[in-house]
């Protein structure tokens, strides 16, 4: 039973502010969870409740999502017995009453959610991890950390228009080397565009931000850079993961714009192809809109045999759009980002779906994010094998990384790498 609940608005990575949440238990457990915010979001994802008030933060306040949980939801929550997580989020999805979470703000209710979920471990006597539940067929494993290296699109001020450019070591033995394989990459990368002259500042995950405009140009330097720090580029090695996060350079007569150029849907695929080709490019997110879902589905019958194909805005972590996607044959996987649709259990249900369809699951952070480790926990929790929390620097994205390597540490049992 919760017996305190408080909410503050604190700020996250980009300098908004966001809602961290803090709540005790009758048995005297102290949780808390800080809730993360995207910049490149789908149209469909749960409502992120902003103020409005131009005099405070631009309008970005959340100063109504703190109110709403130390008020309604406080008042609905607390002293009322909840056996589980579900039966907690089921109350608050109630209580919100609407189909996006307008009415509470996803960012409250997520919190409250996020906080409850630890409460429940530690209670318990349990890791995070160990709390929350495998998903289908897949046990806990280590995931593939997924370095986001180089930053475009509106996450950076580079004529870049592909968002982001990451590096898996796919074939590494352990957390620990993945982790070192990354940072050492990204080392590399820092030192091959330094000296061909290109400004070396960072993009809001942490990723290089030079001024290069072809997504083709930058695999060349990646590739270069994954070879000069020792490592073999491919799925044997470290392979390279896109999210062109599409959606974000999309005209209104329907073309793709990258880099000045027009493209159509099938434009775009033959140069996705041409990429898979000549690079090795293992994993692909939004490389068409979140409302081309005819492109979608020919992206998946050209490619889906040889590429990972992951579904982010055109999904939106929402249980129903994915089982959308999985009839039509839209994608193969779904990243899978708990703000998108605002509640724990609704995102293990959504990761259910997938598994359930043979689709992977993407655990992914925001580019707004705070040093809460929770992705981390739920990835290693659910197997899903892969997880992208930006680049192997920066306090926010390393939180997530550093907690992988303490769970890997006291816990080498656990495989690592993707799911079967
Ligand atoms: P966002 O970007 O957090 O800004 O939405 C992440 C992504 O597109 O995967
Ligand atoms: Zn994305």
Redesign the pocket.
Known sequence: TITTLNALEILDSRSRPTVKVVLTLDDGTRAQAQVPS????GTREAVELRDGDQSRYRGLGVRTAVANVTGPIAREIIGRPFDSLETLDRALIALDGTEHKSGLGANAILGVSMAFARALATSAGQELFEFLPSVGSQTPRMPVPCFNVLNGG??AANPLDF??FMICPLGAPTMAEAVRAGSEIYGALRSQLADAGHPVGLG?EGGFAPDIAQPEEVLDVIVAAIRAAGYTPGRDGVAIAM?P?SSEFRADDGTYVVAGEHFTSDQMIDRYQAIVDSYPVWLL??GLAEDDWDGWARLTGRLGDRIELVG??IFCTNPAIIGQGIEKGVASAS?I?LNQIGSVSETLEAMRVCADAGYRQFM?????ETPDTFIADLAVATGCGHI?AGAPARGERVAKYNRLIEISAAHPELPYGLPD
């Open positions: 995207g910049a490149s979001t509106v996450h968002q982001e809001d999210d996060a997110e939004d982010d805005d990243l980002k992914s952070h925001r580019s707004g992208k």
